[in-house]
């Protein structure tokens, strides 16, 4: 009953939220922009992804434990990257010259001891997906002490830490990981994708044990956590925890809400700011609105405990990977037999594995006229995450890296949250010799090529460029499309979020040399205007703002 009630209560939130926002962005006029602090939209963020044990190495010394020492297929094993790698990249200014206000890192909990051998050598859990123990930080990853550092200096840049869900699965039964009992996974079943039931109700892969998430059924602790807790020293706190936590919300002691318990921890303990949920067609929907329930109110608990460090009255964010699900279905995804809504009482925003086919397919007006309509329309009140480079997805926008200026002008000035993966910015190769299937994707960042390359360094500077500008303005991302002309091709993005208002002027494949942009109807003569690509002053005179710079691209703002 006492669940009921907070699922009861949380859909009343979610739709007075909702309605709220639909009203504050019904507005048809074009507005004059607001004076004073920007707001942190999440239909807007710009989100870098990273692979945890990838990304940067800040600790060496933590880089082989539980002797993860046999050789590896290429790519497959533990490179050294860490939560001290990722926080000494914030510390430097790496994110905040890029424009990203938020990080998504892969899974950093307890891996797999062991490794897996499918004949192309063997693999670790260095990707963050094989789960050992939740409760717990991965050593090769890093301390408790480190993400609390992270978290941090994070925040007081501005920037958001989202960390990786996975409920699904644990991780695949080694020598030194033995299956988890019986009443918690299933390992009889392997999924064909099919139809709904052999989508949910089954293993993603051989000997990747299924966690039975539609159970209520009362279980034990697997004695392997228990054995491994008791001879860490923290069995009686972790049991202590867990009755406290059951008492509190009247759950059934089943597999999905111990889980849910482990997760909430880490916005409990650190104030994380959101989730990426991973496999999320692969779990039962009610799952994930059990997930966000307890989501929110640990999140609400936190801010009131924690009143130093409550960045906004943003809510928790969560973001569902419903793999090959697209803006076009809208709130829908169909699996043959059914439709399910993954937004309703559960996820902000899905991925969208569709964007890539559309930047192949449209040109920038109809790319971006798509999904306005679509964020606008049936949409409206969510949200999508689009990338066209990701860590499992073998067919990229651009695979060979050739396509690197169109890839950041696509998709940073696209409507919908932007994910850039780490190395969209530097060109980090998806193609790697030796490499099988998505370890191509997972190579180490390429700092080297930054430091070293003019090339990728022009690179970088424009996405930066437009990485902050797309930070700084809500209404790149989450703002109403309009065109002004084709020919050049100029258009303008609107904002409107209760008091604060947004609007910009953007032009795409423009001329090089002296552009004179009719804004008449968009700013007062008088105005003063900044092209932030080329850092350039002009004052609207006779309804036209004269930019001239050696770029085909401009982002005119106001100056305050």
């Known amino acids: 009953m006492q669940r009921l009630i ?14 709220q ?80 206000n938020a990080i998504w890192m892969t899974p950093i909990v307890e891996q797999i001891h062991g490794g897996t ?76 994708y099919d139809n709904y039931d052999n989508t949910v109700s089954c293993t993603l892969v051989a000997n990747l044990p299924d966690i039975r998430t539609e159970s209520n059924d009362d279980v034990e602790l697997p004695p392997q956590l228990v054995e491994k807790w008791k001879a860490e020293g923290r069995y009686e706190e972790e049991v202590a925890e867990l009755d406290a936590y059951f008492d509190r919300t009247g759950y059934p002691r089943a597999p999905r809400f111990y889980i849910i318990k482990w997760l909430t921890d880490y916005i409990t303990e650190f104030g994380i700011d959101g989730y990426r949920a991973d496999t999320v067609k692969h779990t039962e929907a009610y799952v994930w609105q059990e997930f966000k329930v307890e989501c929110d109110y640990v999140f609400a608990q936190f801010k009131k405990n924690n009143p130093d460090k409550v960045m906004d009255d943003n809510e928790f964010y969560l973001v569902g990977e419903v793999y090959n699900y697209g803006v076009s279905g809208g ?37 971006f006229k798509k999904y306005t309509s679509s964020l606008q329309g049936d949409l409206k009140g969510y949200g999508v995450l689009n990338y ?8 990229p926008f651009d695979a060979e890296r050739t396509k690197t200026y169109e890839t950041a002008t696509k998709l940073l000035l696209s409507p919908g949250t932007s994910q850039v993966y780490y190395g969209d910015e530097s060109a ?109 002053i002009a004052e609207v005179k006779s309804g036209r703002v004269t930019i001239d710079s050696p770029f085909d691209i401009v982002l005119l703002e106001t100056v305050n």
Not at 348 to 361: C, D, P, T, V
């Open 388 to 395: 066209l480079s990701s860590h499992d997805d073998g067919s």
């Open 428 to 536: 980090r190769p998806l193609i790697v010799e030796g490499a099988e299937g998505d370890a191509n994707l997972r190579s180490f960042m390429n700092w080297d090529n930054i430091s070293r390359s003019p090339e990728t360094k022009k690179v970088l500077e424009h996405w930066q460029k437009l990485g902050k500008f797309r930070r700084d303005h809500p209404a790149v991302g989450a703002g109403i499309h309009q065109m002004i002309t084709g020919q050049p091709y100029y258009f303008y993005r609107s904002y409107q979020q209760g008091d604060f208002k947004d609007l910009v002027v953007i032009g795409i494949g423009v001329h090089k040399g002296a552009k004179s942009i009719d804004v008449s109807k968009l700013f007062n003569d008088g105005s003063t205007l900044r092209d932030a690509y080329s850092n350039q």
């Open 331 to 367: 709130q829908w995804f169909d699996f043959g037999d059914k439709k399910v809504n993954y937004f309703d009482n559960a996820f902000e925003s899905l991925i969208n594995f569709e964007f890539k086919w559309n930047a192949k397919e449209q040109d920038y007006e109809a790319l």
């Open 117 to 192: 051998d499918e004949g192309t050598g063997v693999t670790y859990g260095f990707h963050g997906y094989w789960t050992k123990d939740w409760t717990k930080i991965d050593p090769n990853f890093g301390t408790k002490e480190d993400l609390h550092e992270l978290v941090k200096e994070a925040h007081a840049r501005g920037i958001r830490i989202v960390l990786d869900a996975v409920i699904n699965h644990t991780g695949p039964v080694t020598y030194k990981d033995p299956v988890w009992p019986e009443q918690w996974v299933r390992t009889d079943k392997q999924c064909s």
């Open 6 to 19: 907070l699922l009861l209560s949380i859909s009343l939130i979610m739709l007075n939220c909702k309605d």
């Open 21 to 100: 926002k639909n009203k504050d962005a019904d507005f048809g006029a074009v507005v004059e922009p607001s004076v004073g602090e920007t707001p942190f939209v999440w239909d807007a963020a710009n989100l870098y992804f990273l692979l945890t044990d990838r990304f940067n190495n800040g600790d060496p010394s933590n880089d082989v434990n539980f002797d993860r020492s046999k050789e590896t297929a290429v790519l497959r094993g533990f490179e050294g990257g860490d939560i001290k790698g990722i926080t000494q990249k914030v510390k430097e200014g790496y994110f905040t010259d890029l424009g990203i």
